[in-house]
């Protein structure tokens, strides 16, 4: 019972084969090798028995023509000298002639009857004629004369016939020997495309399993095939990152928000157990909703930075006026930064045109100066700054005259829920910076941090933002 197995299993992985792309682009590689040995084949022939029977065909029309020259001044004897003298000088006994009264009856030339073949006056004929009692095959041409009388001039094509035979062989044996090379190539070709993209193959099957380190092996060749799988191996890092970052996110969210879960839960349960009144109740029950909407802010945050990764806010990009929007940022924060004792400086044209979405780049500035009122001690000053810095492109400025970042910590910044040591100790979520990074990138640009002073004692922040105007 097994061999019907086997034989099965072997249709199918014939079948396999044929449906392969390595097949498909191997028999078309067959086909055009095959196509160009067939224009070549044609070119040889027309170039050799198809300029042989050219050259019979002109010398039979040049010969018909100047023995109707001689008809026309001399009549039946003029024709019949003019053959004789052709005969005598035909030195490979090629030419034949015959010429005929009104009753068919033979007056001169090298054949005794006229072939049936070449009845039709003014055509062409090919037909075999006995010539000293063998037959030979020849390219007949009947002239019709006045009279009745008919003239037939031909020549003796067996030169022609052998040649033809001869390429016809030589021919048949080079597409035979074609077909082979063209099929050992079509062989190796899908071999070679099989080796190249095993390893990518073979990649993506770990990678399926479940080996995310797996990575396509590159060659020295830098070929389409290594591009391919350099395309393959930044595709797979990016979902490496992504899925340390979607694993660091959800710890995070374990980590940051049980605490308050647990801290709001534990309120309620002691102000339902030890609350002397219906007052201390109402208190405790506020501060539960605060720590309540702060995690709310959270999730809200976390949403919003998700749909920028995601591009679904592309959908509410339209023109607005970057301008208007700092305007109304550091009206905002201009108010707050004055209730802690600091100053908000601002400069940017009157006219700052962008397209993107107005409500996230407004998040965005927002972020920025929300966490440079955070960070900048009191008396401190906050510079606000717009601008187009090239054709194409918006900059937004916030510079702080706070503790600034660490060259490590700028590397992190940006990432969900980091905070760096000197803000651990204030409010927040460690989303802002997330958020900024991903409207930048909504917008087709970047988040740059760097010292707001180099060299002073409290460096400070300079976060921009950088836009893309045609987003």
Known sequence: MAAPAEETGGWRDLSAYFRSAGFRFAALFAVLFLAAMAGFALMLWWGTAGTLSRQIDDAIR????????????????AVLDAIGERLAVDIDDHAIYLLTDSAGQPLGGNLDRWPAAADMPGAWAADKVRRDGVAVPARLYHVPLDQGHRLLVGRD???????????SEALLWSFAVAVAFALAGAAALRRALADRLRAASLTAGAIAAGDLSRRVPL???????DQLGESMNAMLDRIDHLMVGIKGVSDS???DLRTPIARARMRLENALLTAPDEESLRAAMETTVADLDGITRVFQALLRIAEAEAGARRAAFAPFDLAAVLTDAAEVYGALAEERGQHLETHWPEKLTMVGDRDMVLQAIANLLDNAVKFTPEGGTIRLTGSAPARGRREISVRDEGPGLAAEDRARAGERFFRADPSRALPGSGLGLSLVKAVAALHGGELRLGDGQPGAARPGLEARLMLSSRA
Not at 157 to 167: F, G, I, Y
Not at 220 to 225: I, L, N, P
């Open 219 to 225: 060659s020295t060749q830098r070929d389409e095939f």
């Open 157 to 167: 094509a067996t030169d022609r016939e052998k040649l033809r035979t001869l390429l």
């Open 253 to 255: 969210i374990a980590h």
């Open 62 to 77: 040049a010969d018909a023509l100047g023995l109707q020259e001689q008809w026309r001044s001399g009549s039946t004897k």
